[in-house]
């Protein structure tokens, strides 16, 4: 279930924020420290996030101490839910 | 792989044991310390230390010598370290050129040139003429006045400076640094008691050697700790060197000053002399002959300077601020005696300014009171510079 | 914090930290007694003097009773659950309390003393009381009117704004100067915004509206912190004048903890201590007498020493900053309190992006939570009766720019600092537009090869060369830094002439 979660992140991530929909994004790659996702489309992650799964990132939790790859956001995402 | 190393190899230690190891670590470390200041206070290097210097090498090297009280609105600071006055100065920047003719000045706070920015010094005005000595060398100034009045401290400055291989010194003088219990006064004398020990051995100076004013260190004042003000204003000399070179100031220029006392107090004393009679044994005369031996077979050239001449209340009875006139009138005439018994040449220019070119003191001179002095002593740089001449 | 005042907190924290070491768990359960005493006295030890009578006294009382009056607001309901589920909690308010106030009385005594704990003689202690009795009804009446109602927190939330404008803006700072000169007989004439100086104030006034909003958004649960952790919290020492700025959740979490600080929280706090000290009072300090200010930005006028001047500052306040964190975060480690890093090696950053990510990170993070996030967000979300939105572009303008702006007004309510928020606003669109402009590119390369059937997907935009993407990554760094660079002149120089001055001369442009 949580490769579902990542693949549906990093799918939107390849084509929403990089527009580039063929790009592969590996699980444990670093998204924020990185610069890959910046502050706005940190927002629209969040968004995606909250209309997708259902769950909640709080305005706080936008930065690389909450997550800052796609295994450990899915993880998030999987604690909320349950 | 590497979180099993560490494992392993880490063994489970208590908050006493790694406590005593921190604590020998501590001692370990105390005692290097130790050792390291101990060995500093035996060899003392500090007049060695005072030979490194960023002045020259990373950035030009100051026009006078490192003088201020105020280093944040100066970008300079007062040394008590001679070679680190001397390395910072432009002076030492190199072998002495060929084709150069090269003056010393030296003097009090008016040949450092206070108020004046180093263009105006007497140093600049004199380079700005241009001249060439008799064969043909460019005549150079180098400005090595330094803000305290006592002969003993010229005679320092001099000695030193003859290393540079002057072809002529100016010597300027003025009756205010001549008075004999003042000629310690300053922290500069005191705080080299070694070098200045050596100057009254060698000219058989006047002074005591072994005077209380002598600052001799401790050997806890020896060590790195003991010697932490003096290593932090060596430096500070060097950072301060930055803001010199990006900006060329070197003094602390106020945006308005007092102006030298025009009326005067009707007090005849100078320095606790009573008038009517100025004795040559009340000067340190012999400082002026071990000067003039320091200097050498090299020209020299004693240089009365100029006195503010007040027209204002009690002119009458003082010239100024420093001087009453009975002590300066009977000076002078010792000085021109002096002179003449002793061959010496000299210049009493005591009046050459009139008081419109006088800033803050009866001895500092305007910009322009520098370029009327620097005129006075063209003609006779030219003159001595036929001394030793093909 | 000076030298004597980190070498005494060092003292205090090596010797508690020491003492865990040796007797554990009997002087561990201490911990936040310590912390808190400490940090109370803290608060007073460290204001500096002003001109203003008693002031060294009263600001510190402020910070104190604001904290103190804030905790109310947040805590009403939980004070009463308190007191029906059980009595433990209201008896560590009181302990707290007794020993907040006999902390501050104890400070007020020194009046009769020759020991001093503030700059000057504090006032009588009938005044001091008087004061107290003020903190008391204030927390009553803010208790009284938003303790239920969390959604009229915006009120004190803007009343603290307020309050840091009136103390950043030097018209209405000298106002108050005046204000207060009337109250204490001195001479209005000499009023100045140097008058007041408040400690601390930046930092404080951020912990708190962070608890308050986050306490009006529900995030926060009243009854989730207790007094003596939130004003350890709020004036916590290590952190009281120079950030980082904690959130209440993690400081809490580590307050909390019955963890005892081992040995290996002591090394690192150590180590990041002297690394500090070493920063701050060796680098930091020793660039500060070259480093780009007001008047040798005037002085200087050849084009390479300008530069070092510029450079000089920017190291300077790197070395500066990140040397006070360090200390903060190490001494905070010897109570077992990880405060958040506040730099990460800001001068490597490829771009402006990761720098605001590097640099002062507390404060970044601290505004996205409370204004970028939402306000991209509700722009986000918003869609007008035409059923239009708002183009991304324009979002992430507003958004950048009101941040930005923020951030350079929050070190002081002047031109400059705008001058300064608007230099990283405009670098971070830029560099925004240029993302963008690289993804599409990235897009139709990859569009292109998906008509070429032998393509296989891309994981990383293709470099012909290694050493070029190394060589790139060096040209991005120095050309992010001077960006930045450039940037602290605005924030150096108080006027905006004399900056523009300072950019020509570094072109070789006019003296």
New interface residues.
């Given amino acids: 279930m949580t490769t579902d979660i990542t693949s549906s992140l990093a799918q939107y991530i390849a084509a929403q924020i990089l527009q580039q929909p063929k790009r592969k994004i590996a699980s444990d790659a670093p998204l924020i420290s990185s610069g890959l996702i910046d502050s706005f489309h940190l927002v629209d992650l969040s968004l995606f996030v909250e209309k997708q799964f259902g769950v909640l990132l709080d305005d706080s939790e936008l930065n690389k101490d909450t997550f800052d790859t796609l295994a450990q956001l899915a993880q998030l995402i999987r604690e909320r839910q349950s | 792989m590497d979180g099993r190393l560490s494992e392993t190899d880490q063994k489970p ?1 208590t ?2 044991a ?2 005593r190891a ?1 604590l020998r670590l501590l001692a370990k470390a105390l005692l290097c310390f130790v050792i390291l200041n101990i060995l500093f206070a035996l060899a003392y290097p500090m007049p060695e230390l005072g030979r490194i210097s960023a002045y020259n090498v990373l950035f030009p090297g100051r026009l006078r010598l490192p003088y201020g009280d105020n280093p944040q ?1 100066a970008y300079n600071v007062s040394v008590l370290n001679l070679n680190a006055m001397f390395a910072s100065q432009e002076i030492n920047a190199g072998p002495k050129p060929a084709g150069e003719y090269r003056v010393l000045l030296i003097g009090d706070s008016s040949t450092w040139g206070w108020l004046l920015k180093p263009s105006q010094t007497l140093a600049a005005q004199i380079n700005r003429a241009g001249l060439r000595s008799a064969d043909g060398r460019m005549v150079r100034a180098y400005n090595l006045g330094y803000p305290i009045m006592s002969l003993a401290k010229d005679v320092m400055i001099v000695d030193h400076a003859m290393r540079y291989q002057p072809d002529l010194v100016i010597w300027l003088v003025t009756l205010e640094s001549f008075p004999a219990d003042k000629q310690l006064v300053h922290p500069l004398l005191q705080h080299n008691p070694d070098i200045e020990r050596s100057l009254i051995a060698r000219y058989g100076l006047r002074l005591n050697p072994n005077d209380p004013q002598f600052y001799t260190p401790t050997f806890l004042e020896r060590t790195i700790v003991g010697s932490r003000r003096d290593l932090a204003d060596l ?2 000399l060097q ?2 060197g ?2 010199w ?3 060329g ?1 070197d003094q602390d220029y106020p945006d308005r000053y007092e102006p030298a006392a025009i009326d005067l107090q009707a007090d005849t004393t100078f320095h606790g002399l009573q008038p009517p009679t100025l004795h040559e044994g009340d000067l340190a005369l012999d400082e002026l002959d071990a000067g003039v031996r320091a200097v050498g077979h090299v020209p020299l050239l004693i240089v009365n300077e100029p006195i503010l001449i007040s027209n204002g209340q009690n002119s009458r009875i003082r010239y100024d601020f420093f001087y009453p006139r009975w002590a300066y009138d009977q000076y002078r005439v010792i000085m021109e005696k002096l002179a003449q018994a002793r061959g010496w040449n000299y210049l009493d220019l005591w009046n050459l300014l009139p008081m419109k070119e006088f800033t803050n003191s009866a001895v500092h001179y305007t910009p322009a009171g520098a370029q009327i002095l620097a005129a006075q002593l063209l003609p006779r740089i030219g003159q001595l510079s036929r001394i030793g001449a093909p | 914090m000076n030298l004597t005042s980190i070498l005494a907190f060092t003292a205090l924290t090596v010797t508690f930290g020491v003492l865990v070491l040796l007797a554990g768990e009997r002087i561990r359960r201490y911990k936040g007694w310590v912390m808190l005493v400490a940090s109370v006295f803290a608060v007073y030890w460290l204001q500096s003097s002003m001109p203003l009578r008693n002031l060294d006294f009263w600001l510190p009382t402020a910070s104190l009773g604001l904290t103190v009056i804030v905790w109310v607001t947040i805590n009403i309901p939980g004070r009463i659950a308190a007191r029906e589920g059980g009595t433990v909690a209201t008896r560590d308010t009181l302990a707290t309390l007794t020993v907040v106030v006999a902390v501050v009385l104890l400070v007020g005594l020194t009046r009769y003393t020759d020991i001093l704990i503030t700059p000057s003689r504090p006032p009588d202690i009938v005044s001091i009381l008087i004061s107290l009795i003020v903190v008391a009804a204030l927390a009553a009446a803010a208790g009284a009117a938003f303790g239920r109602r969390t959604g009229l927190l915006s009120i004190p939330i803007f009343l603290i704004v307020a309050l840091f404008v009136i103390f950043k803006l030097d018209a209405l700072a000298r106002s108050a100067s005046v204000v207060l000169r009337t109250l204490t007989g001195q001479a209005t004439d000499q009023a100045s915004a140097l008058d007041l100086r408040w400690l601390g104030f930046s930092y404080l006034a951020f912990r708190l509206i962070h608890v308050l909003r986050d306490r009006s958004t529900g995030k926060l649960k009243a009854g989730a912190l207790s007094l003596r952790e939130f004003v350890s919290y709020v004036v916590f020492f290590p952190s009281l004048t120079a950030g980082p700025i904690d959130r209440v959740e993690h400081f809490t979490k580590d307050a909390r903890s019955t963890l005892t600080p081992g040995v290996d929280d002591m090394v690192e706090g150590g180590r990041r201590i002297f690394a500090g000290v070493f920063k701050k009072f060796v680098l930091a300090d020793t660039l500060a007498i070259f480093a780009l200010n007001a008047t040798n930005a005037a002085q200087t006028h050849s084009v390479p020493w300008t530069w070092l001047l510029v450079y000089a500052f920017a190291f300077r306040i790197f070395f500066d900053f990140s040397g006070y964190t360090d200390i903060a975060i190490g001494l905070g480690r010897f109570f077992g309190i990880k405060l958040p890093e506040n730099f990460d090696h800001p001068y490597l950053k490829r771009n402006l992006t990761v720098f605001w990510n590097s640099w002062h990170i507390t404060l970044a993070q601290w505004f996205r939570t409370y204004f970028f996030n939402p306000v991209t967000r509700a722009l986000r979300t918003r869609t007008f009766a035409n059923g239009k939105t708002l183009s991304p572009t324009v979002i992430i303008l507003t958004g950048q720019v009101g941040t930005m702006l923020l951030i350079g007004l929050w070190h002081g309510i002047t031109w400059n600092f705008v001058a300064w928020g608007a230099w990283h606003a405009a670098g971070l669109f830029v560099h925004n537009l240029w993302t963008d402009y690289s993804h599409r590119r990235a897009a139709r390369a990859e569009q292109k090869a998906l008509n070429d059937p032998s393509s296989q997907p891309v994981s990383e935009p293709a470099s012909p060369l290694p050493y070029r993407a190394g060589l790139m990554g060096v040209v991005n760094v120095v050309i992010t830094f001077h960006y930045v660079a450039l940037g602290w002149i605005w924030f150096a120089l108080p006027n905006l002439d004399l900056s523009l001055a300072v950019f020509r001369r570094l072109v070789g442009a006019g003296g």
């Fill in positions: 230690r908050g006493g790694v406590l921190a609105r430096f500070r950072l301060y930055v803001l070179a990006a900006t100031i």
